[in-house]
Structure formats: structure tokens, C-alpha cells
């Protein structure tokens, strides 16, 4: 295949993380025959302090002339304190301008990291693996807000149409997993869940293998640490999907390995990106990890392009490398001194070296 690659490497570690999946993907590219082309634009702080705004028109106009975005992250300290202008004002911009209304982040221990997980073993026993399906294009992120006196205000408003197409996208991805899909809301509360209630319970047929459940968000929460291994998928609004991916990314302790792709109906590009942050205390410092990013490109391979041989590549180079004891900082743990003693602690460079060594083997 031949793919146009739109590449956003952001603030903060964003260029040195961005910089090892490109070098896995040419790997890939080499290894299958295939052609990636890469156009790299700027979005967030480097691209406010260029150009003054945090999504130029040209950066939107690159991604959606590609075939699939890889964003690194946006963000940092340097821009927090600009009347009016956030870095991450880029990521509203993309995601509504990309139409990607369907944010998938997936929360799973890898095995070889078991121990970096903070919750109890018998907790987790037998693994845990979980989709978080976000709406990401509506809600309170996108309502409407304002201003008067001494008040403030921000609209949680959903139609049924785009209600529907978020869960059913959870419904499919529930057919293909563990059949089991929870809808997370405050249905006892707001009349917009209430709605998404309504919606699931008419579209429920269409998926008979699939079991759905409902939990109110305050409970979804608690039950993510006394029970994580109830879910398989969990559907929910922009908010609620916001704060619950964070809580189930961190007690996977595996924060800097995780991958994300948000997507839209398929007639467009989708975008890949790692789930941490800038992490602007490290970046050029060949310290932060690249997997999570190299993992958004087995995604990327898997949903956008459908080539799920090469999904499968990269993912069994990753676990390769793990199982060969690699380590950056992040995911060392209390491992770090005797890691280092053997040589086995790496920097960002190195660790994406040895993933693309080990895809050359798959
Ligand atoms: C995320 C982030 C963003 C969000 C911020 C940076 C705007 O937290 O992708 O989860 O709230 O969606
Ligand atoms: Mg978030």
C-alpha cells in the first residue's frame, strides 16, 4: 500500500517519541513492501509560538488531505498563562474538524509490567484488558458556554443521531471482544443521559450476542479499582469518558505504553496518538518512552488501513522487546537499579532501535 502519513509531533517529548514510531514505521513499510509518505505540520505551543494560534487552517487542511495522523502531545507551562490561547485548544480543533467522533483507548496490563500496576494481585488476576469508547466530537467540550456577571455556564447537549453512532461502534467492538458493553452516565440525574439510555435500549437488538449494562459514572468509577475485571467495554459521553480513561489507564500502571485512536464514520483520516502528555520536564532528554506511540501506529495499521498483519507485527515486536527485559525509566519500577546494572535501561532512541531489531525478526 501507499499511505500518506500526517505527522504532529507537538510539545514536550512529542518530537522525540514521534521520531521512533516514524522509524518504526519505515521498518514496517520495508518488511511489507509498502510506501509511507510523511507530512509534518504544527499544532499546540510550537505551533502558537510560529504562527500565533494553536491549529493553523494548513495544519487541519494537511491531516485531512492524508490517510491517517500520528500526534505525539501538545502542551506545556511555557503556554499556560496566553489570554485566550491554549495548546490544547489544537486537540478540540482536530478532533471536531477531523469529525473523529469516537475516541477508542484501550487500558490493559502488559504481563511483563504486572508489577507497575497499583492495585492489589487478586484484584487483577488473570489480566485486565478494557475499551474505553469516548465520544469525543459533543457534549460539554462542545456546548455552549458563556459567560454573565458572576456566572459561568457549559452545555452537556446530545442529539439521538450522535448518540447512536457512538454506541454502536461500542456494540461492534463489544462483538468482537468479550460481548459485554456498559453504558456510563448519571442517567438519575441528567436528561442528556437519559437520552443516551433511550437510544441504547432501541438499538440493543441489532447486537443480541452483545450484553449491555448500565452503571452511573460516580459508581463506574469506584468499581474500576474494587472490580476493574467486570468490564470489557465501557461506551460514555466526552466528559465521563475523559475522566474514566485516565482512572483506567493509571491503575495499569502502564500509563506510558498506551495507545489511542479516535475515528470518525471511515470516509476520513483517523488520528493516533499515545495517551500521556507533553511531559515537558523530560522531553529531548532521550528519556521518555516511544512504545505507546509506536503502538498507536499498530492501531493506525489496524483501523485505518486495515492491515491487521501488520498490526499484529508491531504489537509482538513490543512484547518482544519487553520479554527481552528492556525497560525505559517510566516502566522500570523499583527494577531501575539492577535494570541499569545490566544494561537493560534505555533511553528513547534505544528502546525504539531495539523495537524496530525486533520487528525485523517477527
Ligand atoms: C485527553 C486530554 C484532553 C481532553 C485535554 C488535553 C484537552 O485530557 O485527550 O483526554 O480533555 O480531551
Ligand atoms: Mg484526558
Not at 456546548?143 to 457512538?166: C, F, L
Not at 482512572?247 to 500509563?255: D, F, K, M, R, V
Amino acid at each position: 500500500m501507499n499511505k500518506k502519513i500526517t505527522l504532529i509531533p507537538g510539545d514536550g517529548i512529542g518530537p522525540d517519541i514521534i521520531e521512533q514510531a516514524v522509524s518504526v514505521l519505515d521498518a514496517l513499510a520495508q518488511k511489507y513492501n509498502h510506501r509511507f509518505e510523511y507530512t509534518s505540520v504544527l499544532a499546540g505551543g510550537a505551533a502558537i509560538d510560529a504562527q500565533g494560534v494553536p491549529l493553523p487552517q494548513a495544519s487541519l487542511d494537511a491531516c485531512l488531505a492524508s490517510d491517517a495522523v500520528l500526534l505525539g502531545a501538545v502542551g506545556g507551562p511555557k503556554w499556560d498563562n496566553i489570554p485566550g490561547i491554549r495548546p490544547e485548544q489544537a486537540l478540540l480543533g482536530l478532533r471536531s474538524g477531523m469529525k473523529v467522533f469516537a475516541n477508542l483507548r484501550p487500558a490493559l496490563i502488559f504481563k511483563q509490567l504486572k508489577n507497575a500496576c497499583p492495585l492489589k494481585d487478586e484484584i487483577t488476576e488473570g489480566g485486565l484488558d478494557i475499551l474505553i469508547v469516548r465520544e469525543l466530537t459533543g457534549g460539554i467540550y462542545f456546548g455552549e458556554r458563556g459567560r454573565s456577571g458572576n456566572e459561568a455556564w457549559d452545555t452537556e447537549k446530545y442529539s439521538a443521531a450522535e448518540i447512536e453512532r457512538i454506541v454502536r461502534l461500542g456494540f461492534k467492538a463489544a462483538e468482537k471482544r468479550q460481548k459485554r458493553l456498559c453504558l456510563v452516565d448519571k442517567a438519575n440525574i441528567l436528561e442528556s443521559s437519559r437520552l443516551w439510555r433511550e437510544v441504547a435500549e432501541r438499538i440493543k437488538t441489532d447486537y443480541p450476542s452483545v450484553e449491555l449494562s448500565y452503571l452511573y459514572v460516580d459508581n463506574a468509577a469506584m468499581q474500576l479499582v474494587r472490580n476493574p475485571r467486570q468490564f470489557d467495554v465501557i461506551v460514555t459521553s466526552n466528559m465521563f469518558g475523559d475522566i474514566l480513561s485516565d482512572e483506567a489507564s493509571q491503575i495499569t500502571g502502564s500509563i506510558g505504553m498506551l495507545a489511542s485512536a479516535s475515528l470518525g464514520d471511515g470516509t476520513g483520516p483517523g488520528l493516533y496518538e499515545p495517551i500521556h502528555g507533553s511531559a515537558p520536564d523530560i522531553a529531548g532528554k532521550d528519556l521518555a518512552n516511544p512504545l505507546a506511540t509506536i503502538l498507536s501506529c499498530a492501531l493506525m495499521m489496524r483501523y485505518s488501513f486495515n492491515a491487521e498483519t501488520e498490526a499484529c507485527a508491531i504489537e509482538r515486536a513490543v512484547e518482544r522487546v519487553l520479554d527481552d527485559g528492556w525497560r525505559t525509566a517510566d516502566i522500570a519500577g523499583s527494577d531501575a537499579a539492577s535494570l541499569k546494572a545490566a544494561g537493560k535501561l534505555v533511553g528513547t532512541k534505544a528502546m525504539g532501535k531495539r523495537v524496530v531489531e525486533a520487528l525485523k525478526n517477527i
